[in-house]
């Protein structure tokens, strides 16, 4: 249990693991032809507190994931206390509610997946510019559903044109990529190259939705063999869920 560890026990675990990754990161890119610049890493801090970001942060990484917005700012506002300041990005669903609340730590949306949600975060944007409380749009992913289950999240393929359009004309958003999770008991090399060809279609019509967000812990390396730009990995680089609460 990290609340075992000294600070510097619990340091030196995330570098071993943070180097095994990146370690998988570039065999996988090696065996894909590809540059291991090309991938990021996003450590998913979900569940982990804050002295976990700060040690990672004193390891090289700059952007984290979360997946809860009131987790997120809790560990937001420890931190930026502290004078640390990573990119955070949402990884995990977004109740059109808490669209204003998540620009106040949130750097990357990872997971829109409705127009109703894009025009609830394009209103927020508009509203914290006019407020001199951002001067820039807002990033974001589409998350594309592999599975057409709606409760993993994901715009069904039928509905991103949609979607896209609704982003792309706001003017208070800018898209970035696409995102997306392997459907559980599924092949992801069949997945991931599905939301391959998603991808590239995407970048025909918009040349900056250049990021794949796609591959954690167990199929990273199949989600680089197809072109994933991201990977988000929380187990394998923190261990077993530490925390119940923020």
Known sequence: MSGALSREE???EL????????????????????????????????NFPASDVALLTELGCTEFGESREQEASAKAAELAEAGIHPRWHLIGRLQRNKARAVLRWAGVIQTVDSVRLAEALAKAVAKARAEGEREDPLDVLVQLSLDGDPQRGGVPQDQLAELVAKITRSGELNLKGVMAVAPLGSNPHDAFGELAEVSARLRNEHAGAVVVSAGMSGDLEAAIDHGSTCVRVGTSLLGGRRLTSP
């Open 10 to 12: 619990r340091k030196a």
């Open 15 to 46: 570098a071993a693991a943070l180097a095994e990754i990146q370690e998988r990161i570039a065999t996988a890119c090696a065996k894909a032809g590809r540059d291991p610049a090309e991938v990021q890493l996003l450590p998913i801090t979900k």
